[in-house]
């Protein structure tokens, strides 16, 4: 507190708890209070209480502490969201499929997801791919959504692999050739997931009400329905009301159909129960695991990487001396995966963090991975199973290996029986942390869609991992691209019952050639339109970023490429401060070229674009002499996207002139040099954008005299204009 320690936290026992920081005395005013991960790794803390009643202890029992919590925080009765047709609760591939499906067809949809963005597995938190194939039998049009969802990769090139005719494949072929790192199926760039495609998709819906970062904690019912639900916004506490008509659960959890008493089952079913060959002898609580993935980067000098005594302790006969832990890296098998789940996620760090110092500092490869940094592990984890809620139908091996038909055939699975079990390492003690697969190849089965609500809640669906399925049966519909086309077809029954004012069995007893019909037609569009995107990175300071005063050139650019009838998209970490429409850059108010060139590998990585914009000369002092150095990092910047991209097409800008002297007086000599370095440089993808060219301050700034005000935006932007389409 005010730079003053009150003591080290997180050390008396494992569990979440309050803890004393003792007695301090604080002046009227505001104060600093910072906290400080001494672990190094993955510290946090949930929440930090002050007052002046020194016997007061705020409460670790859970019930006690969310009336302690409301009443602190003035939590009030839920806010009303709205009715809606359908309520998606879980925003990974299958809630967003079920979205999409029933809103385009007629219904008001509530999608509630429990994270800042969408995709679970399949979002840059998780990094798993999308897999199993789409386009089947007897209904080859479900699954077009997916290509509407989802990115480029893995699986996608090789169905373009297959058929290289279609204009599918050329898109296909087209983007990867591009962006050769989407091949990388899991544990890859952010880039390959695709967060801002799945979210532009779901707000383009009109019939889509999107609510992120929403846990749902409550349910109401009527009878055997459910009649809405309570969410919780996970950064403020604030709850939600969502009344529906019909409700899905996408959650992967089968929490909502667990708040809602619908019957569900975990683990293991015995052969006797279910007569399937693969089954145990005797039912047990074994569910596949959860994947913690990570990995490295080779760098252009040596990177240190910490003792972890914290960590799980690795040996030469032990330790994996590799760069990068995929699904194998998968723990938990025997544990809970929902009560139990940040145990899990927890151990699995421990030993990605433990292995890594292992064979960075002692390991006797350690030559091999001197160079190497771990850039990326996941803080969330990627699960495969826990509960499955239970249907009409469950699903069951030999259904799938008998190839057993239903008349309520509807999406079709590809993926093999993949079940997970712990690998056990030896002379490793500890509990396993890594996973083998035992596999078992299918033909494309169509699974009846009796599997897709729940037996005993009369309004509830369910899709993705958590549908009527047996443990064995789970291991082939469990992949995200099947799980998509579970929400789809979801979302079509969804319509059905809308229009005629049924609940989900009868769409089975009663309209099931309705159904037929609508899996015929299919509601997505196949194909990737986005491979004759040309995408642009916009790197800089303030300039570029805009503010709540002053304009970014982004948004005049963006105006003037549409209108040119150019396909576009701005990519990067940030958002555009200036009011307009909602675009994406890497730009950072206040600060340098040489800030950039620090962290430019790490941008770039994550998005690689087409063509970057870099506009950086402000933030120095004429006094620092600071030209020689801007141009080192303008030179290593370029050099940096080069290596990881050899295609790209960098817009190195003469920066703006200033009329805020003399701080800003080197400007017109910076822009000299810039204008040598492209020349030296002497590369055809690098060119130099004249926006000295032009430009009054005296006209064309805010009152400060450096940044942009809309003339001066509106210039800038006819500028880099220019210069995109003569790329």
């Given at each position: 507190?005010?730079?003053?320690?009150?003591?080290?936290?997180g050390?008396?026992?494992?569990?979440w708890?309050?803890?004393?920081?003792?007695?301090?005395?604080?002046?009227?005013?505001?104060?600093?209070l910072?906290?400080?991960?001494?672990?190094g790794f993955?510290?946090?803390?949930?929440?930090?209480?002050?007052t002046?009643?020194?016997?007061?202890?705020?409460?670790n029992?859970?019930?006690?502490l969310?009336?302690?919590?409301?009443?602190?925080?003035?939590?009030a009765?839920?806010?009303?969201?709205?009715?809606?047709?359908?309520?998606?609760?879980?925003?990974?591939i299958?809630?967003?499929?079920?979205?999409v499906?029933?809103?385009?067809?007629g219904?008001?949809?509530?999608?509630?997801?429990?994270r800042?963005?969408?995709?679970?597995?399949n979002s840059?938190?998780?990094r798993?791919?999308?897999s199993?194939?789409?386009s089947?039998?007897?209904?080859?049009?479900?699954?077009?959504?997916?290509?509407e969802?989802g990115?480029?990769?893995h699986?996608?090139?090789?169905?373009?692999?297959?058929?290289?005719?279609?204009?599918?494949s050329?898109?296909?072929?087209?983007?990867?050739k591009?962006?050769?790192?989407?091949?990388?199926?899991?544990?890859?760039?952010?880039?390959?997931?695709e967060?801002?495609?799945?979210?532009?998709?779901?707000?383009?819906?009109?019939n889509?009400?999107?609510?992120?970062?929403?846990?749902?904690?409550q349910?109401?019912?009527?009878g055997?329905?459910?009649?809405?639900?309570?969410?919780?916004d996970i950064?403020?506490?604030?709850?939600?009301l969502?009344?529906?008509?019909?409700?899905v659960?996408?959650?992967?959890d089968?929490?909502?159909?667990?708040?809602?008493?619908?019957?569900?089952?975990?683990g293991?079913?015995s052969?006797?129960?279910?007569?399937?060959t693969?089954a145990?002898?005797?039912?047990?609580?074994?569910?596949?695991?959860?994947?913690?993935?990570?990995?490295?980067?080779e760098?252009?000098?040596?990177?240190?990487?910490?003792?972890?005594?914290?960590?799980?302790?690795?040996?030469?006969?032990?330790?994996?001396?590799?760069?990068?832990?995929?699904?194998?890296?998968?723990?938990?098998?025997?544990?809970?995966?929902?009560?139990?789940?940040?145990?899990?996620r927890?151990?699995?760090?421990?030993?990605?963090?433990?292995n890594?110092s292992y064979?960075?500092n002692k390991?006797k490869?350690?030559?091999k991975?001197?160079?190497?940094?771990?850039?990326?592990?996941?803080?969330i984890?990627?699960?495969?199973?826990?509960?499955r809620?239970?249907?009409?139908?469950?699903?069951?091996?030999?259904?799938i290996?008998?190839?057993?038909?239903?008349?309520d055939?509807?999406?079709?699975?590809?993926?093999?029986?993949d079940?997970?079990?712990?690998?056990?390492?030896?002379?490793?003690?500890e509990?396993?942390?890594?996973?083998?697969?035992?596999?078992q190849?299918i033909?494309p089965?169509?699974?009846?869609?009796?599997?897709?609500?729940s037996?005993?809640?009369n309004?509830?669906?369910?899709?993705?991992?958590?549908?009527?399925?047996?443990?064995?049966?789970?291991?082939?519909v469990r992949?995200?691209?099947?799980g998509?086309?579970?929400?789809?077809?979801?979302?079509?029954?969804a319509?059905i019952?809308k229009?005629h004012?049924?609940?989900?069995?009868?769409?089975?007893?009663?309209?099931?050639p309705?159904?037929?019909?609508?899996?015929?037609?299919?509601v997505?569009?196949?194909?990737?339109?986005?491979?004759?995107r040309?995408?642009?990175l916009?790197l800089g300071?303030?300039?570029?970023?805009?503010?709540?005063?002053?304009t970014s050139?982004?948004?005049?650019?963006?105006?003037?490429?549409?209108?040119?009838?150019?396909d576009?998209?701005?990519?990067g970490?940030?958002?555009?401060?200036?009011?307009?429409?909602?675009?994406?850059?890497?730009?950072?108010?206040?600060k340098?070229v040489?800030?950039?060139?620090?962290?430019i590998?790490?941008?770039?990585?994550s998005?690689p674009?087409?063509?970057?914009l870099?506009?950086?000369g402000?933030?120095?002092?004429?006094?620092?002499k600071?030209?020689?150095?801007?141009?080192?990092?303008?030179?290593?910047?370029?050099?940096?996207?080069?290596?990881?991209?050899?295609?790209?097409?960098?817009l190195?800008?003469?920066?703006i002139?200033?009329?805020?002297l003399?701080?800003?007086?080197y400007?017109p000599?910076?822009?000299?040099e810039?204008e040598?370095?492209?020349?030296?440089?002497?590369?055809?993808?690098?060119?130099?954008?004249d926006?000295?060219?032009?430009?009054d301050?005296?006209?064309?700034?805010v009152?400060?005299?450096?940044?942009?005000?809309?003339k001066?935006?509106?210039?800038?932007?006819?500028?880099?204009?220019?210069?995109?389409?003569?790329?």
């Amino acid at each position: 507190m005010d730079d003053t320690s009150v003591g080290v936290f997180g050390t008396e026992k494992p569990d979440w708890y309050w803890q004393d920081g003792g007695i301090m005395s604080l002046s009227a005013g505001s104060h600093s209070l910072k906290l400080h991960d001494l672990t190094g790794f993955e510290g946090r803390c949930d929440a930090i209480y002050l007052t002046t009643d020194t016997k007061q202890s705020p409460p670790n029992d859970l019930k006690k502490l969310d009336s302690f919590r409301r009443k602190t925080l003035s939590i009030a009765d839920p806010i009303e969201q709205g009715s809606y047709d359908l309520v998606v609760v879980g925003g990974g591939i299958a809630g967003c499929c079920a979205a999409v499906s029933a809103a385009r067809l007629g219904c008001k949809v509530a999608l509630i997801q429990n994270r800042p963005v969408l995709g679970g597995n399949n979002s840059s938190e998780v990094r798993v791919g999308l897999s199993g194939l789409i386009s089947q039998q007897p209904y080859p049009n479900v699954g077009n959504l997916l290509d509407e969802l989802g990115g480029v990769g893995h699986w996608t090139n090789y169905e373009a692999r297959r058929d290289t005719t279609s204009e599918r494949s050329h898109q296909i072929l087209s983007i990867l050739k591009k962006h050769p790192e989407k091949i990388q199926h899991n544990a890859g760039p952010a880039s390959n997931y695709e967060d801002e495609k799945k979210l532009q998709l779901i707000t383009n819906e009109p019939n889509i009400s999107l609510f992120l970062n929403t846990e749902v904690i409550q349910v109401r019912k009527k009878g055997n329905q459910i009649t809405a639900v309570i969410g919780k916004d996970i950064e403020n506490g604030k709850e939600s009301l969502f009344k529906g008509t019909l409700f899905v659960d996408c959650t992967g959890d089968g929490n909502l159909g667990y708040l809602a008493g619908a019957d569900y089952r975990v683990g293991r079913e015995s052969k006797a129960e279910t007569q399937e060959t693969s089954a145990p002898e005797q039912a047990d609580l074994l569910t596949m695991g959860t994947s913690v993935q990570w990995y490295s980067e080779e760098m252009d000098i040596p990177q240190v990487f910490p003792d972890c005594p914290w960590a799980i302790q690795f040996n030469d006969s032990t330790c994996f001396p590799i760069i990068r832990g995929d699904w194998q890296w998968e723990a938990g098998l025997m544990r809970d995966q929902i009560t139990d789940i940040e145990q899990i996620r927890d151990y699995a760090l421990r030993a990605v963090y433990g292995n890594w110092s292992y064979v960075k500092n002692k390991g006797k490869d350690q030559s091999k991975f001197q160079n190497r940094r771990l850039v990326w592990a996941a803080y969330i984890g990627g699960k495969r199973e826990s509960r499955r809620l239970l249907g009409d139908v469950i699903l069951a091996e030999q259904d799938i290996l008998g190839k057993v038909p239903y008349e309520d055939a509807s999406f079709t699975t590809t993926w093999g029986i993949d079940l997970h079990y712990p690998e056990q390492i030896p002379g490793f003690m500890e509990e396993p942390f890594t996973a083998i697969s035992r596999t078992q190849s299918i033909t494309p089965y169509a699974v009846p869609y009796r599997c897709l609500y729940s037996r005993n809640v009369n309004n509830l669906f369910m899709a993705g991992r958590d549908i009527s399925v047996t443990h064995i049966a789970l291991g082939t519909v469990r992949v995200m691209r099947t799980g998509g086309m579970m929400g789809e077809v979801v979302g079509m029954a969804a319509s059905i019952c809308k229009q005629h004012n049924v609940l989900p069995r009868a769409v089975y007893t009663d309209y099931l050639p309705e159904l037929k019909n609508l899996m015929q037609k299919g509601v997505g569009k196949l194909g990737f339109p986005e491979a004759n995107r040309m995408t642009i990175l916009g790197l800089g300071d303030s300039i570029t970023e805009g503010g709540d005063f002053f304009t970014s050139y982004l948004q005049p650019l963006w105006t003037k490429l549409k209108t040119a009838g150019m396909d576009v998209e701005f990519v990067g970490p940030r958002e555009c401060k200036s009011p307009g429409q909602k675009l994406y850059h890497c730009a950072f108010s206040g600060k340098t070229v040489e800030f950039l060139d620090k962290k430019i590998e790490d941008i770039y990585r994550s998005y690689p674009a087409d063509v970057v914009l870099l506009h950086a000369g402000h933030n120095h002092f004429v006094d620092e002499k600071p030209i020689n150095g801007m141009i080192a990092s303008y030179r290593h910047i370029i050099q940096t996207i080069l290596k990881i991209n050899p295609d790209a097409k960098i817009l190195l800008a003469k920066v703006i002139p200033s009329g805020k002297l003399p701080k800003y007086s080197y400007i017109p000599q910076l822009n000299k040099e810039i204008e040598l370095l492209i020349k030296r440089l002497n590369n055809n993808n690098v060119m130099v954008v004249d926006q000295e060219k032009g430009f009054d301050w005296s006209t064309m700034t805010v009152k400060d005299m450096v940044h942009p005000n809309e003339k001066g935006a509106e210039h800038m932007a006819s500028i880099w204009f220019e210069a995109i389409q003569k790329l």
